[in-house]
């Protein structure tokens, strides 16, 4: 934090957010999917949907493409060979990089499923409006951009969606 919220504008980093990403629609994120990546997708849901993670205050669910925020699907189409996953901003859809999952995978055995596991993890928080929790925040969080296989919510990743989703569910009940 820095700044004096009268005089001068105040800089609320280390909060990391990005509306661009944003694809929550009435306090709910619903999802769909043709990835192959299902149980990774399902597991980030339930991860996110859970108070135990210190997450939960906005549901994700899984429905058919038709009542879906954001769609999500495989591509092996990427010029890039390090990127796993990527959020679009203007079509709502999470592309999984497959042929990059399946090369971190096989990288990093017997643990490799984390790398797939991380990406489901990663994109959903950007579809939440979680932004990079670096350059300030811990680079063993999930919205840090390296992909560490990081699996557990770091205490930057807690505070950037409670600041963000506590605040904007209270200001929605004040309405
Ligand atoms: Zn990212």
């Known amino acids: 934090m820095g700044g004096d919220h009268v005089s001068v504008h105040v800089l609320y980093d ?12 009435n306090l709910g994120l619903i999802w769909s999917s043709t990835s192959t990546y299902a149980d990774d997708l399902n597991a980030a849901t339930f991860n996110w949907n859970s108070a135990t993670t210190g ?4 549901t994700v669910s899984t429905s058919s493409v038709s009542n879906a925020d954001v769609a999500i699907y495989d591509t092996t189409t990427t010029t ?28 990093h055995p017997p643990n490799g499923w984390k790398w797939e ?5 990663h994109e959903f928080g950007h579809a939440l409006g979680l932004g990079h929790s670096d350059p300030y925040g811990s680079a063993t969080s999930v ?21 963000l989703w506590s605040t904007i569910k209270w200001i ?4």
């Not at 280390?14 to 629609?25: C, G």
């Not at 997450?55 to 906005?58: D, E, L, P, R, W």
């Open 14 to 25: 280390p909060w990391h957010h990005n509306d661009n990403w944003w694809w929550v629609r």
């Open 55 to 58: 997450m939960g205050i906005i």
């Open 80 to 107: 890039n060979d390090v990127v796993l996953g990527r959020t679009f901003s203007n079509e709502g859809t999470i592309q999984l990089f497959a042929t990059n999952i399946n090369a971190e995978v096989n990288r």
């Open 117 to 121: 596991r991380w990406v489901a993890l």
């Open 143 to 163: 919205m840090y951009t390296h992909d560490d296989g990081v699996l557990d919510f770091s205490s930057s990743d807690k505070s950037d969606y409670n600041f």
């Open 172 to 175: 929605t009940s004040q309405l």
